[in-house]
């Protein structure tokens, strides 16, 4: 299994450009997430996904959209960057509800200039 | 809302040193706790994790215990190493139900000496 996989690894952006982050997962797992990590902030639920067809805002959704049209892939779409979404973006699934723990993938650095 | 604070970094150690990395939590209920460790220039990846109250988690050395008396999952390791260096993260994630979601604290970063 190549577990969670994220494209881009880095990405430069000019302000008001589009872009989509590709996750895709063989793990056949329900649960899909997008994360951001910024200094001294920890990680931050942006989308999550509990199925195909299933989406739901986290906690910092705003200029991000997200659709789960397979069980294997969940992309993050940028509709229009701005300086403030410069962070790096980690991708992670889990296998169901209950006490599992989540995979994570080795994140995208996106700098928008 | 839930939350998880965690000691604030940096923390610098010798190497064979002691390290404690506290961790508490405001959650209702019973969540399951968890530690990740982030290398540099990597994702995260679950170093332990504790499921009920009194449950120690262990791995590489490291162990934290779920108290929930004192909502804390404080990480442990006797003797760290140089490979250790990288940014704990505790986090937790509410039982039962559907919920998926993964609550995280702001990362401690370690560096250890040779």
């Known amino acids: 299994n190549a577990g969670v996989t994220q494209t881009p690894k880095f990405q430069v952006l000019k302000t008001g450009q ?4 590709q996750c895709a997962q063989d793990m056949n797992h329900e649960y899909m997430s997008w994360y951001r990590q910024d200094p001294g902030m920890g990680l931050r639920l942006i989308h999550y996904s509990v199925g195909a067809g299933i989406t739901d805002q986290g906690e910092v959704p705003n200029g991000y ?3 789960r049209s397979t069980t294997e892939d969940f992309p993050l779409r ?3 960057a701005a300086p403030s979404q410069t962070s790096v973006y980690f991708c992670a699934s889990s296998p169901s509800a209950g006490r599992y723990e989540q995979y994570f993938g080795p994140g995208t650095r996106l700098t928008v200039t | 809302g839930d939350s998880v604070t965690q000691m604030e970094g940096p923390v610098t150690l010798s190497e ?3 390290l404690t990395i506290n961790c508490t939590y405001t959650a209702t209920g019973y969540p399951s706790l968890f530690w990740y460790v982030q290398y540099p220039g990597e994702g ?6 504790a499921t009920k109250a009194d449950d120690k988690g262990s791995n590489k050395g490291f162990e934290a215990t779920y108290r929930k008396e004192t909502t804390s999952f404080h990480l442990e390791k006797g003797s760290v190493q140089v490979s250790d260096s990288a940014v704990y993260f505790c986090a ?3 039982s039962g139900g559907s919920n998926y979601k993964l609550t995280f604290g ?3 970063l370690l560096t250890v000496n040779p």
């Open chain 1, 65 to 67: 959209n997200v659709s």
């Open chain 2, 92 to 94: 937790l994630k509410k």
């Open chain 2, 16 to 18: 064979e040193a002691f």
């Open chain 1, 18 to 21: 589009s872009m989509t982050l």
């Open chain 2, 106 to 108: 702001k990362g401690t």
């Open chain 2, 44 to 49: 995260l990846q679950l170093l332990l994790k």
């Open chain 1, 78 to 80: 940028l509709l229009s």
